[in-house]
């Protein structure tokens, strides 16, 4: 995703331990991981925000279509996840719901990275469905909306 100042955002899912230029990214064993990065116009990769999902049944998707640039340099994005999550200390799970075969619905979770990418804030959405946004649009007024379906 392009950013106002040239630079751009990447997103995906991790399996194993890399490297973007200065910044190691860890797996988290037995968990889901996912990451944010930035590279700047120059070509340096100036931030790398990572989390994992940990839950019966961890899942996670980092949809790069629900990522949207923020005034400040910084990304809005969503994670669509099982299980347990924890970001800037805040721990968000979601509630088993499907009886005793243990498959949890997903919940899904907005998240404001500043522009050294460290977390301005999240707000969680959930329900007795599951949630997976598929766009986020920001008007001029920096206004956010999701889209994201049940």
């Known amino acids: 995703m ?12 991790f399996t194993t331990n890399f490297t973007l230029g200065q910044h190691q990214v860890n797996v988290v064993p037995g968990n889901n991981s996912g990451f944010i990065a930035k590279m700047s116009a120059a070509g340096s990769w100036d931030w790398v925000f990572s989390f994992s999902v940990d839950g019966n049944i961890p899942s996670m998707e980092v949809n790069n279509a629900a990522m949207a640039p923020a005034e400040d340099g910084g990304v809005y994005f969503t994670i669509s996840y099982t299980g347990t ?3 800037n200390g805040t721990e968000y799970s979601t509630e088993a719901c499907c009886g005793a075969n243990g498959i949890d619905r997903s919940d899904l ?3 404001k ?10 707000a969680e959405f959930g329900s ?3 949630e997976n946004a598929f766009a986020l649009l920001v008007d001029s007024n920096y206004n956010v909306t999701v889209h994201y379906y049940l």
């Open 113 to 122: 990275l500043d522009g050294a990418g460290n977390v301005d804030w999240s």
């Open 2 to 13: 392009s950013l106002s100042d040239g630079g751009f955002a990447i997103s995906s899912y």
């Open 109 to 111: 979770l907005l998240i």
């Open 85 to 87: 999550v924890t970001i």
């Open 128 to 130: 007795r469905a599951n």
